[in-house]
């Protein structure tokens, strides 16, 4: 499934990245622990996550993630989001809390090894 | 769905709750780790998933007054868990499944988040 | 006794079947024998088993069809060949009442019961299993009243004084995170013990249990003081430093010093005051960088026109 189906499909916003949504999706991870995202998270998984503070866009790309959602409208910091644009990360942000988000991420079909 | 449900549902095991404590319904639930992001919710959720095994899970949980947390990825719970668990009267289950794929099957039966946070650090 | 009689039956209505059936329900299979019967009720000490046929529920074997194939003295057989065929069934939904009905005008010891959706066998209810159920639910109940009785209105009322407080104190060591929670947790208790309204207790909970996790995580220790007036709770909490620089700050949603492994706690999301600001009525924050912190935060505990 293509990022920009997603965004489509939950109305997601774009803060950063948004030349890079046509990425292929094959899984998904929600965790607030990067430590845990570190350890976890595989290839090409969309992150769901609270955590705003621009650390996160580095785990990102050491995991080679297909993008984050920040959930409940979490607004990135500005910084996170600059790097995010430089790191061609795509940034995304849901009104929806982490269960509803993943409840329905996996009702569409993503899985979540 | 009934919490015993919610084992079979998740492949769960039962590090505590009692017979009646498994009897009871729950309709919402909640997936975070971080503390903080549970207590500034304005609606208590039944159910908390988290990845974090440690005894702030359950102090928090008592402090918000919720009925029960699965505790995902496989992760080990110990005594003080358990202990905490048994005096707040709070169920506690591992599952290995992921906390997406728990939170996909939850919502899949109808679980629902409990009203969302008014969120504070919306500017 | 006449209320509590009342309150019995307004039980048994309330109760379903479900809420006090026995869900590990030992059951034999329709091909063993007599004999074999004999040694699971004695084992288990119960009365009767429901005999299945793999899955499905075939029939109910008890003590009676044992003592009447005994008294018969007839050679050992299959517990099919004695057992009550067809059983009586009962819905996992229904209403105690039903069951006590049915148990009164059928005079069967025991019931299965089922799912009714499914038709499967979920548990199996006997006379004793509702007295337990409902003596189980009086318990509650009566624990609740007690609570109510002990209000803490009563108490202050009962004390005779120009000025009445409740004061209780928690030391709060640092780095100690087994132990991190517990002031707050006690608390709660006692402040449910005293008849508080459960919306304040919950705020009180909220904001007490914040500010112990900041004393634990960012300090060396420090003590937590409630002062529990009529009116009103008022929550102390100190520490012995290195306080907080730019007090507005900290108070900014998001903003957060946490290093990684508190982080991986579960805690540094900078929501912690925010979170103490939101629930407390009053809140005065005093620090020193240095020596130190003083949280002061007053709730008020009376009907919602009382907090001006
Ligand atoms: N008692 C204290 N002594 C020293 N510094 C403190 C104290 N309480 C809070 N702080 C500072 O204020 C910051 C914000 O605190 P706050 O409780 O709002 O968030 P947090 O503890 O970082 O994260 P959270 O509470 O969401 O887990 C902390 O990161 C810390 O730097
Ligand atoms: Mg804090």
Request: hydrophobic letters at 40%; a negative charge.
């Amino acid at each position: 499934m293509k990022l920009s189906e997603i965004v489509a499909a939950l109305d997601l916003e774009v803060r950063a990245g948004a030349d890079h949504l046509d990425r292929e999706v094959t899984g998904a991870y929600a965790s607030d622990l990067l430590s845990d995202v570190m350890g976890h998270a595989s290839e090409g998984a969309l992150w769901i996550t609270l955590q705003v503070h621009q650390n996160i866009v580095a785990v990102a790309v050491m995991k080679s993630l297909a993008g984050i959602v920040l959930v409940k409208n979490r607004e990135p910091d500005e910084a996170t989001m600059r790097k995010a644009e430089e790191e061609e990360i795509p940034l995304l942000i849901s009104s929806l809390g982490a269960f509803e988000l993943a409840g329905k991420l996996f009702g569409m079909g993503l899985s979540g090894s | 769905m009934k919490l015993k449900e919610v084992v079979e549902l998740l492949g769960a095991d039962l590090a505590f709750g009692t017979d009646s404590q498994l009897a009871e319904e729950v309709q919402t639930a909640a997936a975070s780790d971080l503390m903080s992001d549970i207590l500034a919710r304005v609606d208590v959720p039944e159910l908390l998933l988290t990845r974090l095994n440690n005894s702030q899970v359950m102090r928090t949980s008592a402090v918000f007054g919720i009925k029960a947390v699965v505790i995902v990825r496989g992760r080990a719970v110990d005594e003080k868990m358990i202990e905490i668990a048994q005096e707040e009267e709070i169920v506690l289950l591992t599952t290995p499944a992921s906390l997406f794929e728990s939170c996909g099957k939850l919502y899949a039966q109808g679980l629902r988040s409990a009203q969302p946070s008014t969120d504070s650090s919306r500017s | 006794m006449e209320p509590r009689y009342g309150k019995t039956q307004e039980l048994l209505y309330e109760l379903k079947i479900e809420q006090v059936m026995r869900t590990d329900v030992v059951t034999i299979a329709s091909d063993a024998t007599m004999s074999e019967l004999r040694e699971i009720l004695r084992e288990h000490s119960i009365s009767g088993v429901p005999v299945v046929d793999g899955d499905e529920l075939v029939g109910l074997a008890s003590i009676e069809d044992l003592i009447r194939w005994l008294s018969s003295r007839e050679p050992d057989c299959a517990v099919h060949e004695q057992m009550t065929r067809d059983p009586e069934c009962l819905h996992a939904d229904q209403p105690l009442v039903h069951a006590l009905r049915r148990f009164d005008e059928s005079g069967f010891g025991r019931f299965p019961i089922v799912e009714r959706a499914s038709g499967r066998m979920v548990g199996i209810l006997t006379k004793g299993g509702i007295i337990e159920g409902v003596l189980r639910k009086l318990e509650r109940e009566f624990k609740e009243e007690e609570i109510r009785a002990y209000r803490v209105s009563h108490i202050f009322e009962d004390l005779l004084a120009d000025y009445k407080e409740i004061y209780l104190t928690y030391n709060v060591p640092g780095k100690d995170f087994d132990r991190a929670g517990s002031a707050s947790t006690r608390m709660k208790r006692n402040l449910k013990r005293l008849g508080i309204r459960p919306d304040i207790i919950h705020r009180l909970a909220i904001a007490s249990y914040e500010a112990e996790m900041n004393v634990v995580i960012y300090t060396d220790g420090g003590t937590m003081e409630y002062r529990i007036s009529p009116h009103e709770v008022i929550l102390r909490v100190r520490d012995r430093g290195p306080g907080i620089s730019d007090v507005e700050e900290a108070l900014r949603p998001g903003w957060s010093t946490a290093e990684p492994w508190v982080r991986d706690l579960g805690f540094g999301a900078g929501m912690g005051l925010p979170n103490i600001k939101k629930c407390a009525d009053k809140l005065e924050i005093d620090s020193h960088p240095g020596r130190g912190t003083t949280l002061k935060m007053r709730i008020f505990t009376g009907e919602a026109d009382e907090a001006q």
